[in-house]
């Protein structure tokens, strides 16, 4: 079994920030990627950056140059520090991973329960 939990979201004014982490526990061989997804009321949900084992990175339009993802491998943590936060992105905000685990030779994807980020104007 794999449980991915997030947590850190929370209520702040525009321009404040907020860290997202999310970790990733259970039977795990390898964690190739991780991922952060929004999800506002009445939307689709939407990739908003993500990180590969090498390290690379990719970030919605909307949010570059104001969010950073990160990874602690050891932990098996991803974190999402959001700055200059705006309106537009409230939402619920879900972490996602490709996961291989150990008796499987296939790579499977998880996600997280949610974390509510909203940003009052």
């Known amino acids: 079994q794999v449980q991915l939990v997030e947590s850190g979201g929370g209520l702040v004014q525009t321009g404040g920030s907020l860290r997202l982490s999310c970790a990733a526990s259970?039977?795990?061989?390898?964690?190739?990627?991780m991922a952060w997804y929004r999800q506002a009321p009445g939307k689709q949900r939407e990739l908003v950056a993500d990180v590969i084992w090498d390290g690379n990175t990719n970030y919605a339009s909307a949010v570059k140059g104001r969010f950073t993802i990160s990874r602690d491998n050891p932990k098996n943590t991803v974190h999402l520090q959001m700055n200059s936060l705006k309106p537009e992105d409230t939402a619920v905000y879900y972490c996602n991973a490709d996961i291989r685990r150990p008796r499987l030779p296939w790579e499977d994807n998880y996600w997280g329960q949610g974390t509510q980020v909203t940003v009052s104007s």
């Open positions: 259970g039977s795990i061989g390898n964690i190739n990627r």
